[in-house]
C-alpha cells in the first residue's frame, strides 16, 4: 500500500479537488490511503477567527466564519449535486453548527485555551476530507471517510501533540487493513487526532505531513508521497527564488535538517517515522503529476553542488544570556562550569526547544522560535546573568552533505553576504557537519538567499579554485553582534 497526501493549496478548490481525483484514481492497484489538508487558508482563517471571537469580536469571527462555510459549500456544489450533494450538504452543516457554537463558547468565556484552539482548528480538516471522500465517490473511486480522530493518539499537549504510536498503529492496522484489502480508498484529514480519551488535538502547524508519515510507518506503506504545489523539494524555496532547481533524489539527513530549518514543503518531523520503516517519500506537484518530483531515501549520491539546499527559517528571537565576568560574592549558579547545564535547565523547564546555540565560556546565544511565550523562560534565565532578547530574526541553514570536512565553504559563504551588507548574528556548524546555520535580520532573508543561491548553484561544485579564491577576499568575517563565534572555527572560517 501506499500513502497519498495532498496539501492546502492541492485541495483548495473544485478544479484542484478534480485533479486529485484524477491522481488518485489512476492509482487504485496501489492500495492508497488518502490523507488531505484543509482547503488552502482555511486554517489561517480558523486561527483569526477563533483569536477575533476571543478577543470580544465575535461580529467580526462571525463574519469571517460565514466567508468560511461559504467557500466550502461552493467547493461542494462545483463538484458534486443532487442527492449526493444534499446528504454532504447537511453533514457540512452539522460541522458548521458545532464550530459556530464552539466560537460562540469561546466568545462567552473571552479565552482561548490550547485545548479549544485545537478543536477549532480540527474544523478544517474534517470539512476538506468530508468534501474530497464524495468528490471521490461520484468519480467512481470506492472512497470511505476515516475520521482521523478514532486513529491517530496523542498526548494531551495540545496543538503540538505527540503521538502514542503503539496505540495509534493498532488502531490504524485494525480499521484500515480491512479497507484496503476490499480495495476501498480511505480518506483521512491530516493534522489532527485526539487524546485517548477522545480530545481532539494537532500535530501542529503543516501537521499533514507528518499524519501521512505515521500513518505509512504504522502500516508499513512501499512509499508515501506528498503532493504540493511545487515541482519537488528544490534547492531554495522557489518563491524567495525563482532560479530555484529540483532536487532529483535527497537523503533523508539532508531533507530533514532542510525541514527543521524552514523548507516548508516538508513538516519537520514527517521523516522520523519514515526513516525508522526506511520507507521514500516522494515530493510530488499536483499541478504537473506527470513531473518526477523529489525522492527522499535513506541513501542519494552526493550532490553535484557543494550545497544540496538552503533553506530560510523565519519568525526567530535569539536569547542572549551574558554570565557576569566579576561577581562579588558569585552566586554557585554563576560559575561558568555549572553555567551551560544551568541554562538549558531552564530551557528544558520551560519546554524551549532550542534551534540553533552559540557558547563562549561566559556568553550563550540560543534562537528560538519568536512565537514562544518567553516571559517566564527570560525570568528564570535572569538568575544566571545578563538576558537579553533579539526579535525580527531568522535562520538561514545550508545544507549538503559534501560540507563534510570541506574547508573554505564558510569563508565563501560569509564573503557574499559580507558583499551584501548582510550582517550575522550567530553562527553554527551542525554536530552532523551537513550544514551551516546562521542567524540574520528577518529582512535580509530574500537578498541573503538571493545571493547566496546564485554564487552556490549557478556553477557545478567540485571548483576548488573557486572556493579558494573565495577564502582569500577580504571582509570575508561576518560582523558579529554578540561575539558568539566560539563554532565559527570548526566552519572552516
Ligand atoms: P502544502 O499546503 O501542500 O502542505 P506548503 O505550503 O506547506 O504546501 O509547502 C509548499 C511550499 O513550501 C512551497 O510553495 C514553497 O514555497 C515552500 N518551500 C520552502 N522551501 C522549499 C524547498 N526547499 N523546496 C520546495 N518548496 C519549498
Ligand atoms: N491545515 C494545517 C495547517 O495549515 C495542516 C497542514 O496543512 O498540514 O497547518
Ligand atoms: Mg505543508
Known amino acids: 500500500m501506499i500513502v497519498m497526501k495532498f496539501g492546502g493549496t492541492s485541495v483548495e478548490d473544485g478544479k484542484a479537488i478534480e485533479r486529485v481525483a484524477e491522481i488518485v484514481g489512476s492509482r487504485g492497484d496501489e492500495k492508497p490511503v488518502v490523507v488531505v489538508s484543509a482547503l488552502a487558508r482555511v486554517t489561517d482563517s480558523l486561527v483569526t477567527i477563533s483569536q477575533l471571537a476571543a478577543s470580544g469580536a465575535l461580529a467580526e469571527a462571525l463574519r469571517l466564519y460565514r466567508q468560511v462555510r461559504q467557500r466550502h459549500f461552493a467547493v461542494l456544489s462545483s463538484l458534486v449535486n443532487g442527492r449526493g450533494e444534499t446528504e454532504v450538504r447537511s453533514r457540512l452543516q452539522a460541522l458548521f453548527d458545532s464550530l459556530e457554537e464552539v466560537?460562540?463558547?469561546?466568545?462567552?468565556?473571552?479565552?482561548?485555551?490550547?485545548?479549544?484552539s485545537d478543536?477549532?482548528?480540527?474544523?478544517?480538516e474534517l470539512l476538506s476530507s468530508q468534501i474530497v471522500t464524495t468528490a471521490f465517490r461520484a468519480r467512481g473511486i470506492d472512497a470511505v471517510l476515516v475520521d482521523s480522530r478514532q486513529l491517530m493518539v496523542t498526548d494531551a499537549s495540545y496543538t503540538r501533540a505527540v503521538p502514542q504510536r503503539e496505540e495509534t498503529n493498532r488502531r490504524l492496522r485494525q480499521s484500515l487493513k480491512p479497507l484496503l484489502t476490499s480495495g476501498r480508498v480511505p480518506v483521512m484529514g491530516g493534522f489532527i487526532a485526539a487524546t485517548a480519551e477522545g480530545i481532539p488535538t494537532t500535530l501542529g502547524r503543516g501537521g499533514s505531513d507528518f499524519s501521512a508519515a505515521l500513518i505509512g510507518?504504522?502500516?508499513?506503506?512501499r512509499k508515501i508521497e506528498i503532493w504540493t504545489d511545487v515541482e519537488g523539494m528544490m534547492t531554495t524555496d522557489p518563491r524567495l527564488c525563482p532560479d530555484a532547481r529540483r532536487i532529483d533524489v535527497i537523503g533523508f539527513d539532508e531533507a530533514s535538517e532542510l525541514a527543521h530549518f524552514g523548507a516548508k514543503v516538508l513538516h519537520p518531523a514527517t521523516l522520523f517515522p519514515a526513516v525508522e520503516k526506511n520507507i521514500p517519500v516522494y515530493i510530488l506537484n499536483s499541478r504537473n503529476p506527470e513531473s518526477k518530483g523529489t525522492c527522499i531515501r535513506a541513501r542519494a549520491r552526493p550532490s553535484k553542488t557543494i550545497l544540496?539546499?538552503?533553506?530560510?527559517?523565519?519568525?526567530?528571537?535569539?536569547?542572549?544570556v551574558r554570565l557576569p565576568r566579576i561577581v562579588a560574592p558569585r552566586p554557585r549558579i554563576v560559575d561558568p562550569q555549572g553555567f551551560l547545564h544551568a541554562l538549558f535547565e531552564a530551557f528544558d523547564r520551560h519546554a524551549c526547544a532550542a534551534d540553533l546555540v552559540s557558547t563562549s565560556d561566559?556568553?550563550?546565544s540560543v534562537a528560538v522560535e519568536a512565537s514562544r511565550d518567553l516571559a517566564e523562560l527570560v525570568q528564570d534565565l535572569k538568575r544566571l546573568g545578563n538576558v537579553e532578547v533579539e526579535d525580527n530574526k531568522a535562520?538561514?541553514?545550508?545544507?549538503?552533505?559534501?560540507?563534510?570536512?570541506?574547508?573554505g565553504v564558510a569563508a565563501r559563504v560569509f564573503g557574499v553576504l559580507a558583499g551584501a551588507g548582510i550582517n550575522v548574528h550567530m553562527i553554527s556548524q551542525g554536530a552532523s557537519e551537513i550544514n551551516i546555520s546562521f542567524v540574520i535580520e528577518e529582512r535580509d532573508i530574500p537578498e541573503a538567499v538571493k545571493q547566496l543561491h546564485a554564487?552556490?548553484?549557478a556553477e557545478r561544485a567540485?571548483?576548488?579554485?573557486?572556493?579558494?579564491?573565495?577564502?582569500?577576499?577580504g571582509g570575508a568575517v561576518p560582523r558579529q553582534s554578540n561575539g558568539s563565534l566560539a563554532n565559527a572555527t570548526r566552519a572552516g572560517l
Open 103 to 116: 466560537l460562540r463558547g469561546v466568545a462567552a468565556l473571552g479565552e482561548l485555551s490550547p485545548r479549544t
Open 455 to 457: 554564487d552556490f548553484f
Open 217 to 221: 510507518a504504522g502500516l508499513g506503506a
Open 462 to 473: 567540485g571548483d576548488p579554485q573557486r572556493v579558494a579564491k573565495r577564502t582569500t577576499r
Open 119 to 124: 478543536n477549532v482548528l480540527s474544523f478544517g
Open 362 to 364: 561566559v556568553s550563550v
Open 308 to 320: 544540496r539546499s538552503i533553506a530560510a527559517k523565519r519568525g526567530v528571537k535569539v536569547v542572549n
Open 395 to 407: 535562520i538561514l541553514c545550508l545544507v549538503g552533505e559534501k560540507l563534510r570536512g570541506r574547508i
